[in-house]
């Protein structure tokens, strides 16, 4: 895994991001001097509780909002010409697909838009669907499948056109624990398949450690970088890495990382 990042090309570079919005006539800093970057091939999440500007950080980073300051650059371009040339596919909490397509017509969707003939990505589609375990449902509708299957979908269509970043939104935390964990094993495998960078939102620690070669913890009001931190599980991750003694003392940091923030709140306050 990436262990030492200085020895891999950067892929993202996120520059003193600051991110205000404006809510009842009055301007809110969401997010205040956010600088890292993520290097290629790495899986990085972006962990914090609730508010803290995880999503609003991807949707910057995805060209779905621009910062009031500060700037990102990815594979040495502005976001803006990254996501015109499709340079990466994006996971959202829910699947958003489209009803009237079949599995196999919504996974394609993005290749039709870009012109692709048919012939051409046909084979690639199935190797996908493949991938992530829905060949025997390429011809179900959305509506007749479980959630998982769903998320299993748009996984699916977000990779058809093989871009080389992959970013997602708390993309299992709608799921039931049992589906969680085996969506969580296929997204490690279809990452050792297909060697994306991966940006993943979540506000789950064990999630975090589980998937990620590293951890971008943010605390909130505003949101910044509360600390980083390397996961050194290795590359191979199975369901006993879960019950190792290193697996919790890293949760176990991380989750003191939040409780010394609290403390450190509720003692500003009062
Ligand atoms: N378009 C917007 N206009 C105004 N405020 C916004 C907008 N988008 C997000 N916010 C605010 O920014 C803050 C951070 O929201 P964001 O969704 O990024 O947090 P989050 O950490 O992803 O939360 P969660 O884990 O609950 O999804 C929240 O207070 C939210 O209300």
Redesign the pocket.
């Known amino acids: 895994m990436n262990s030492d990042l200085s020895q891999q090309k950067v892929e993202i570079s996120v520059d003193g991001v600051c991110m205000v ?3 009842k006539g009055k301007q ?1 800093t ?1 997010l205040q001097d956010i600088s890292f970057d993520v290097a290629q091939n790495e899986f990085v999440s972006l962990l ?10 991807l ?1 910057l980073m995805a060209d779905l ?1 621009q910062p009031s300051s500060g700037q990102i650059i990815i594979q040495k371009e502005h976001p803006r010409e990254v996501r015109l040339r499709r340079k990466f596919g994006i996971v959202f909490q829910n699947p958003t697909l489209f009803e009237w397509r079949t599995v196999r017509e919504n996974v394609e969707l993005p290749l039709e838009v870009m012109g692709r003939s048919r012939a051409e990505y046909r084979s690639m589609v199935d190797q996908l669907l493949e991938t992530v375990g829905l060949t025997k449902f390429k011809d179900y509708y959305p509506w007749q499948l479980s959630g998982g299957m769903q998320q299993r979908v748009a996984i699916a269509r977000a990779l058809s056109l093989d871009p080389p970043i992959l970013f997602m ?2 993309p299992f935390s709608a799921l039931d624990e049992f589906t969680k964990e085996k969506l969580q094993f296929e997204l490690l495998e279809i990452k050792r398949k297909t060697n994306k960078t991966i940006v993943f ?1 979540t ?1 789950s620690i064990p999630e975090a450690v589980f998937l990620s070669n590293r951890i971008i913890v ?1 605390s ?1 009001n505003p ?1 910044r970088v509360h600390s980083v931190h390397h996961v050194d599980l290795g590359e191979d991750r199975t369901l006993q890495t879960r019950e190792s003694k290193r697996f919790h003392t890293l949760t176990a940091s991380i989750r003191n990382c939040f409780y010394e923030e609290s403390v450190a709140l509720d003692d500003q306050i009062g």
């Open positions: 919005f404006g809510k809110v969401v914090g509780p609730s508010g803290c500007g995880k999503s609003t950080l949707r909002l939104d708390e939102v506000h943010l909130a949101g």
